[in-house]
């Protein structure tokens, strides 16, 4: 793969009103009308597309130096339909920034083209050069001085996935100050994975995934319809890259581990039914042993999809992403699908209903409560979802919290906590010892309850 395909879209998302990041536009802003690139663009104008494109080849760099950014050249790039057009973008001070910037040598850029013979193309991409890196640490800037404009933490959206207004609540504030807490917390701590550059550039090409962009780790609550369903935190650069990286996660330099609950929407779902303990009262894995988690995520999918054919398509897009090594023919995810049905006849009904929006909104509750009681603690707790990231010294409170956190919000259904091991883990630190022996006592509880239900 060549190297200019590794490559995102232009973030125009970033700001700054720090005093060092204005002195910086407000030079490349002269240099650029000294050399008669701004023309007849309003200068206010000019410094919103300006300031957008060095801020995001900053960002770009930071990730990875040898990213490219993705941008429009054509005028329909820019219509009042498209993304940068709804954001009042326009073509032309676009193209003079960029071009404008890449004769001052700020930054490298490269053409788009279409091979229509070969049904073959490229986007036009850009990247910082030294000079341009060079000029930005002159003035001491940092990453911290750069954020995302868009800064609603709590979303709600309708049928189409739009984002529309609500009224706030007594429920919507808490919610909304709870998080932007927890972000001010996140930006207290040093996050990174323990790979170098090449390391994760390569990984990403080779499974064609995203760049991943660390400057996104403020966390948004999404619902849709209204506030009792979904609610789920996302956004996190932790969260939208590939799992098989999540073992590698740091927090301050510090080695990682997650933990997940085992079966959670299953057993939501059993509860739901009033009828939990079929599959608990069986040694086996409720998902299957081959495949796991993949047959775990054919079970959501069936759960939450609307018909089989959404589902199956849903299913492949799982596979190509996360198991690439298997086909994704329908005659390989039909069979999967059968198997997930046949072993859980007692809540078929609930299969192709959609169910997530109700299922997340409890699972998200519960991450609430981790979340909030773990930072009480001053401890940071990375959230993906049903599961959790902390750093290893905290292992075994991470684990406590959880189980809390089911004890007070669905105290008829607290399910197993397995340890996902992260890539640097010592197996000799206390936390590990101290989380082994927790989970062993409960083990034994839940092995005790477990008889009693069988001689019942």
Known sequence: MDEREYSRPLDV???????????????????????????????????????????????????????????????????????????????????????????????????????????????????ATPKLIDLIQNYDVVPSMISRGDDKVIVLRDADGEDISFEATDETQKMEADLQSYNTFIGEHQLGLSLSIEEVRTLLMARRSNPIDYSRTRVRRKFKYDFSSGGRFYDGWWQEMPKDFRPCLSIDGEPCSELDYRGQ???????????????????????????????????????????????????????????????????FINPLIDTTIERHPEVSDYFFSEMWAELQRQDSKIAEYVLNHMRANRILVLPVHDSFV???????????????????????????????????????????????????????????????????
């Open 265 to 331: 929407h299953l057993l939501l779902l059993y509860a739901l039914n009033e009828d939990e303990f079929p599959w608990l009262r069986s040694d086996s894995d409720p998902y299957g042993e081959e495949n796991r988690d993949l047959m775990k995520q054919v079970f959501l999918i069936c759960v939450n999809e609307e018909s089989r054919e959404t589902a199956i398509q849903a299913i492949r897009q799982e596979i190509n992403y996360n198991h690439p090594e298997l086909p994704s023919t329908n005659q």
């Open 390 to 456: 902390v750093q290893d010294q905290y292992i075994h409170h991470l684990y406590s919290i959880m189980k809390e956190a089911y004890r007070m919000l669905v105290p008829d259904s607290i399910p197993e906590a397995t340890l996902k091991i992260g890539a640097k883990r010592d197996p000799n630190q206390p936390s590990f010892i101290e989380l082994e022996r927790l989970m062993e006592e409960d083990r034994a509880q839940t092995k005790t309850e477990l008889e009693g239900l069988k001689i019942i």
């Open 13 to 127: 998302h970033r700001i700054s009103e720090h005093t060092s990041v204005n002195k910086i536009i407000n030079v490349v802003y002269g240099e650029l009308k000294s050399s008669h690139h701004v023309k007849k663009s309003p200068k206010k104008r000019f410094l919103k597309h300006l300031k957008a494109v060095v801020l995001d080849l900053y960002v770009g760099y930071l990730s990875d130096p040898d990213l490219y950014i993705g941008y429009p050249r054509g005028k329909s790039g820019y219509s009042k339909d498209s993304r940068l057009g709804k954001l009042f973008f326009g073509y032309r001070p676009m193209i003079r920034v960029v071009d404008g910037l890449e004769d001052l040598g700020y930054l490298e850029n490269h053409i788009g083209f279409q091979d229509l013979s070969r049904d073959f193309s490229r986007v036009s991409r850009m990247r």
